[in-house]
């Protein structure tokens, strides 16, 4: 019994009784109740999801499935699988959004990895046969700088188009090969070139 | 999120803006061999060792090593190692050769090209049998620029004695090789 008479003991004293002059409010609070009401709304949105899957198509980079995460409103940071019906292969990215709202500009640096595969028979008749030996381990690893646009519910789904330029490399297997009277043989070999690269499709904002 | 949106807008204008001039690709060899048989048949020499300083004229094919440099935007470079002289045989034996000098002809009209100079010097003491003789170039020679039509004209000059059988020449040139395809150039070129 006691007890109870201090608890309401404290608690009458902790709030001013009906009628009577409270203590001064403290110039952050005067603060607070300035706000204008439509502030107060937008602090009170839904928080952007932090997680999701990225589906998309393009060049150099294949068809890819991706997670993604948006630690940062203006940023994402993906990483997923691909496959660009020569090879399987990795690829990831970071993508800079400046701004939110159904239309998104972004920038976005990739790279990726195209594991070595046998692609003779599916580059039959596009090069020569003194190739072979070349196509039989071919892969190549990529680079990326892309803008683009995103549209859509940036909590929900958004489908993208990006553009921009890639720069690829692989290295290429030693061959060797006869035309008449010449041979030409070739070791330690590689390509690289700078292209245009496109890709498109669709944001998943899951969690 | 003005800094982020300042910072992607100028990357974005730097990469464009030097992408612009950068849509190529370029395929290297750090060791490309060109071998071509049957080359020049050369006949035998007197059947007694006398010195002989003949000249051959040799045609050296590397249409099917490199492209046709005559296209718009289309850059290569070859910088041979050496370019080697023996026989179709294999068995001929050019131990009586002191030194070969192999000299390319830059194309037709090139006057601002010298010709460039590979030389062999037999070593000493001489071995008893030698089957190739590898001539290496004398100070750095590109031979892209002596393609003319994908041939390089090569001009062979020999100190020493020849070898006292009839033989069919053959050439290697072996080296690094570098051809660049600008598109941007291709296409607006």
Known sequence: ?207 | MKNALTAAVAVALAVSAAGCGQLEAEANSKHLCVAQTNVAAIPAAPPVSVPFAPEVELRLDLGDAVPNLNQEGVEADIHPEAITLGSVAGNVSFAGVETLTLTVQPPTGRTDLTPAEFRYERATPAPSEIFSLPAKPVGSVDLADYIEGDIVRIRASFSGSAPQQAWTATLEMCGAVRVNVDYWKKITG
Not at chain 1, 40 to 51: C, N, Q, S
Not at chain 1, 66 to 79: K, N, Q, Y
Not at chain 1, 134 to 161: C, I
């Open chain 1, 1 to 207: 019994m006691p007890v109870v008479v201090l608890l309401a003991a404290l608690l009458g004293a902790a709030e001013p009784p009906p009628g009577a002059a409270g203590p001064e409010p403290s110039p952050a609070a005067e603060h607070a109740r300035a706000i204008p009401p439509e502030v107060v709304a937008t602090a009170e949105e839904p928080r952007l999801k932090l997680l999701g899957v990225q589906l998309s198509v393009g060049a150099p980079e294949g068809a890819g499935v991706s997670a993604f995460v948006r630690p940062i409103p203006w940023l994402r940071i993906d990483g997923g699988g691909s496959w660009n019906y020569l090879s399987f292969g990795i690829n990831g990215g970071i993508t800079v959004m400046p701004w939110s709202g159904r239309i998104t500009p972004t920038f976005r640096f990739g790279a990726g990895q195209f594991f070595d595969s046998d692609v003779r028979s599916e580059l039959a008749g596009s090069f020569p046969d003194a190739f072979d030996p070349a196509l039989r381990r071919f892969g190549y690893h990529f680079y990326t700088a892309q803008l683009g646009l995103e549209l859509g519910n940036e909590n929900g789904a958004q489908f993208f188009v990006r553009g921009g330029l890639a720069w690829l490399r692989s290295k290429l297997e030693s061959t060797n090969f006869r035309n008449g009277d010449t041979t030409v043989t070739a070791d330690d070999n590689d390509i690289s070139a700078t292209t245009p690269s496109v890709q498109l499709g669709l944001l998943l904002h899951l969690w």
